[in-house]
Nanobody, 120 residues
Framework: QVQLVESGGGLAQAGGSLRLSCAAS????????MGWYRQAPGNQRELVAT???????TYADSAKGRFTISRDNAKNTVYLQMNSLKHEDKAVYYC??????????????WGQGNQVTVSA
């Protein structure tokens, strides 16, 4: 069974920084793209950033220049470094990964979600 376990997050002041981590574990054959999403109250879940196994990255406009996604393939872990936090970054952040659990079987997995709160 595959699990994505998130850590980090919490409370930061506006202009401050937080780092999220997400480690995949279980019967993993290969991990393809990994990413971070977020969902604020009353809003739909939205993409924040993605990273391929080859470390090509994409960012939502709201994250560009402030957030950095990275991954450690040896540890099956993806990170999101969030700098210059704004009040509107407050949301529950979810990691996601497309994981091959066999030669021909891939599935999308989600982390449990991690609250990020930004105070004025």
């Amino acid at each position: 069974q595959v699990q994505l376990v998130e850590s980090g997050g919490g409370l930061a002041q506006a202009g401050g920084s937080l780092r999220l981590s997400c480690a995949a574990s279980g019967s993993i054959f290969n991990i393809n793209p990994m990413g971070w999403y977020r969902q604020a109250p009353g809003n739909q879940r939205e993409l924040v950033a993605t990273i391929t196994k080859g470390t090509t990255t994409t960012y939502a406009d709201s994250a560009k220049g402030r957030f950095t996604i990275s991954r450690d393939n040896a540890k099956n872990t993806v990170y999101l470094q969030m700098n210059s936090l704004k009040h509107e970054d407050k949301a529950v952040y979810y990691c996601a990964a497309n994981i091959a659990i066999g030669t021909w079987v891939t599935r999308n997995y989600w982390g449990q979600g991690n609250q990020v709160t930004v105070s004025a």
